[in-house]
Antibody
Framework: QVQLVESGGGVVQPGRSLRLSCAASGFTFSTYAMHWVRQAPGKGLEWVSVISYDGSNKYYADSLKGRFTISRDNSKNTLYLQMNSLRVEDTAVYYC?????????????WGPGTLVTVSS | DIQMTQSPSTLSASVGDRVTITCRASQSISSWLAWYQQKPGKAPKVLIYKASSLESGVPSRFSGSGSGTEFTLTISSLQPDDFATYYCQHYNSYPITFGQGTRLEIK
């Protein structure tokens, strides 16, 4: 069965960096585009970024202004999100999510999420 | 960016009721719309994609309709497990955006 498990969250000071991982299993990871979506505490869902199945195409939310980088290692079935210059407003649960077709699509499987808290 | 606006923000209803949630897009998104259900502390779960296609395994009491800029999610007969927050999401173009959510609570 499809499984996505995020890790790497925690408490970090403003201005510092953090790298999130998403371990995938139960499907052929290298043939699916993958996304990151976040949710601030008590708030709605916010799309963060997408990467194509082979890593050749990437898109980001405008609000991130180049601070985040999405990547993947298909040999390890793992998706990453490198987050630099973190701000208090980046505090959120970060979900990785799979799309069942084209990269621009709906999300059919989500991980349980990992909480990132940016605080001094 | 395409803005997605849901209404109402909160909906109070009883078991057995028929309820409808509306999602409006700031420009046409054809039928590139999905609906999700989210329960506290859990990841969202897709219910409907391409505006009206029921995701596998989702009960048939959920249905979606609409195209262009106006969409609806209908639950034909509310069950206790349906009390949750619902989000619409467009996938017409980047950036993908979500509605602000509709909290469905027990009356």
């Amino acid at each position: 069965q499809v499984q996505l498990v995020e890790s790497g969250g925690g408490v970090v000071q403003p201005g510092r960096s953090l790298r999130l991982s998403c371990a995938a299993s139960g499907f052929t990871f290298s043939t699916y585009a993958m996304h990151w979506v976040r949710q601030a505490p008590g708030k709605g869902l916010e799309w963060v970024s997408v990467i194509s199945y082979d890593g050749s195409n990437k898109y980001y939310a405008d609000s991130l202004k180049g601070r985040f980088t999405i990547s993947r290692d298909n040999s390890k079935n793992t998706l990453y999100l490198q987050m630099n210059s973190l701000r208090v407003e980046d505090t959120a649960v970060y979900y990785c999510a799979r799309v069942p077709g084209a990269a621009l699509y709906y999300f059919d499987f989500w991980g349980p999420g990992t909480l990132v808290t940016v605080s001094s | 960016d395409i803005q997605m606006t849901q209404s109402p923000s909160t909906l109070s209803a009883s078991v057995g009721d028929r309820v409808t949630i509306t999602c409006r897009a700031s420009q046409s998104i054809s039928s590139w719309l999905a609906w999700y259900q989210q329960k506290p502390g859990k990841a969202p779960k897709v219910l409907i994609y391409k505006a009206s296609s029921l995701e596998s395994g989702v009960p048939s009491r959920f249905s979606g309709s609409g195209s262009g800029t106006e969409f609806t999610l209908t639950i034909s007969s509310l069950q206790p497990d349906d009390f949750a927050t619902y989000y619409c999401q467009h996938y017409n173009s980047y950036p993908i955006t979500f509605g602000q959510g509709t909290r469905l609570e027990i009356k």
